[in-house]
DNA sequence: CGCTAACATGTTAGCGCTAACATAGTTCTA
DNA sequence: TAGAACTATGTTAGCGCTAACATGTTAGCG
């Protein structure tokens, strides 16, 4: 039975109020407060300035969890890259968040610390929440994921590299880019060239670069050595990497550097160690970080345009969302060459 | 009346499995499913393993809306940062990412571009979601925004400074950096000493510092001439920052920088130059980034410890998450001097 | 003036999960 | 050996919101 008073059991939630309270406050129903606020065309003037006013009167702060239970959808967009420590993820996650939060979005940030498994839960937990589209950082992922993601029906956005993609890609060619730079080094009269590159079993599109490389070299009838080093792009890795490559190819002219951190490194290294760059040794990186476009010798390098990157993305998964066609579901945003003077 | 079948609503939501069937297929209640999941020690360990089977047979995937609305709190903690542009919050926002994710929780990142009125809006949304806690950069709060933490139960962590806080502050003394390095740039000799910062309006700590820096000059009865750039910190604004300070101030000798970006933007313009560091004129930074260690003369700077801050707050609010009385509700992480050659 | 269409608002029934209370079985204590 | 204390699991009632359907009201038309 129904004991109408005594028995009831303690409420649990948030003291907050909620649009019932709104609604009784401005005298309409609950779902009108709810169009209000979500679907405001849908509502007469006068009644929506009444139920604004209601608002502001009683302190409401909607409840998105609530309101995503009930859609089954929710405003957050799941992003997942594979590294916070990287500059050139951290500009395309906030070119991507610029334009998501520009249309009311939310990122949801996941960094998968190059490990597929971490991938797999972080899609599962974005997938428990909901999340509108999902943008992820590379084409490799696990079988588990893949799972996932197939029975998944919202958009899926894969960034930074171009192939074989699940639903959307924006990205560029990095066997393409590995070449480029290789013919410009050989251009420029380079014969002992090695390349360096840090965890490339990790850093996959980093040995995509250096594949490309080594077919430009083989097609020149040049060796490609290769040094990779065991942890991660940064200065302090490049000055390793030059040591490194001065210590087992004493021969070496020029030096392909897998990006611009560990590049700069090896550039600024060379400066104390009073090598000329490049007299004694050319120097190339890839990404085109500002920093690398400070130093003297200004670093050749490869720009990756990673804002229109994280820009051309966020339009591509909106256009989607709002259920517009969309023609391109891969782009190719390239790169360019910017030659400096390190080389 | 209750046409039992024909007049049926169709369902929404979506056609992932629930708790019900994987309640169903383990022959257990939701209630046994859920605990399974959540608080695993209460449940038999024979019966978690056949609930642990069952998600996997139908594929199970949490949804975490629903449980977050049930349980009136979900597991996302808020950051609020004024900039993604700036390396410090990057390093910040990563030590506390690594600290939380290891405990289960979610960082919901938002960017106020330096603007309160943002900040309120995000704050308004995160509230929406549920937050277990909120982490943010600066003491700095609109009228409207205070308003709504007022009312707030769960843990407040201000990083980067210490003040004033809500609740719990974990930071460092920016007056007393810049006085640091005002002592350690007169204690070099310098007379002539500028300094140069870039939208010290909204980068309020910079402004802090440069309270503390003029404070020792007045004392040591030398004046404190201030530039102030109108974008951001970045090594190119370093770079016209030197230009102004040979053009406004010729008799500079010593340039005390508001950041590293600026600091070592300067220092590898003047290399450009062909001006000696610190012969000709000397340059000072503030945050300690990797760039500035690299650079030839390594730049002197004071070290801010991001790293240390990020873990210390998130542990702090972890602590206060588990019940666990919080002893010191403000923590100074200090900052270290670090001189280089470029003084 | 009756009909339809468009608009404005309301009623109902969940979304999928968990807190609170309830119940059975088991072990321990006096 | 009664019953207290603990363990393992179940039942019930929402959390606060919105999709779907329902109803009322106004405008437009021949």
Redesign the interface.
């Known amino acids: 039975m129904s004991n109408s008073n005594s028995g009831q059991r303690r409420r ?3 003291d ?1 109020p909620t649009l019932k309270q709104v609604a009784d406050t401005a005298g309409v129903s609950t779902i009108t407060v709810s169009r209000a606020l979500n679907t405001p065309e849908r509502v007469n003037e006068a009644t929506r300035k009444r139920v604004l006013e209601a608002i502001d009167q009683v ?1 409401y ?6 309101g ?2 009930a ?2 959808s ?1 405003r957050f967009i799941a992003v997942i890259v594979p590294s ?2 990287n ?1 050139v993820f ?1 500009e395309v ?2 070119s991507l ?1 610029e334009t998501f ?1 520009a249309r009311g979005y ?4 996941g ?1 998968t610390d190059y490990d597929l498994d971490r991938e797999y839960q972080l899609v ?2 974005f ?4 999340c509108s589209a999902l943008v992820t950082a590379g084409l490799r992922h696990s079988e588990a994921c893949l ?2 993601l197939g ?1 998944w029906d919202k958009p899926i956005m894969e960034v930074m590299e171009l192939g074989d993609a699940l639903d959307l890609n924006v990205g560029l060619d990095h066997q393409e880019a590995g070449r480029c730079m290789a013919r410009h080094l050989v251009a420029r009269g380079h014969r002992a060239i090695v390349y360096v590159g840090a965890c490339l079993d990790r850093d996959y599109r980093a040995s995509m670069r250096f594949t490309g490389h080594r077919e430009v070299l083989d097609a020149t009838g040049l060796d490609a050595p290769l040094i990779e080093l065991d942890r991660l792009g ?3 890795a490049g ?1 390793t990497g030059l040591d490194q490559v001065l210590a087992d190819f004493p021969e070496a002219r020029a030096i392909h550097f897998a990006n611009d951190d560990l590049a ?2 090896a550039l ?2 060379a ?2 160690l009073g090598l000329r760059v490049p007299e004694d040794i050319a120097i190339a990186g890839f990404n085109g970080l ?2 690398g ?4 010798p200004r670093l050749t390098t490869i720009q990756s345009p990673r804002e229109t990157m994280g820009r051309l993305a966020a339009e591509q998964v909106l256009r989607r969302l709002d259920h517009q066609p969309v023609t391109q579901r891969q782009q190719n945003v390239g790169f360019t060459l910017m030659v400096g003077q390190s080389t």
Do not use: D, Y
């Open positions: 649990r939630g948030s907050q302190g702060v909607p409840n998105l969890v609530a995503s239970l859609s089954a929710s916070l420590a500059a951290i996650i906030r968040q939060e939310q990122i949801l940030l960094n599962r937990t997938l428990g929440w909901s799972g996932l029975h940064s200065l302090a000055a700069t490194g600024l290294h400066q104390r500002a920093l476009q400070h130093v003297t």
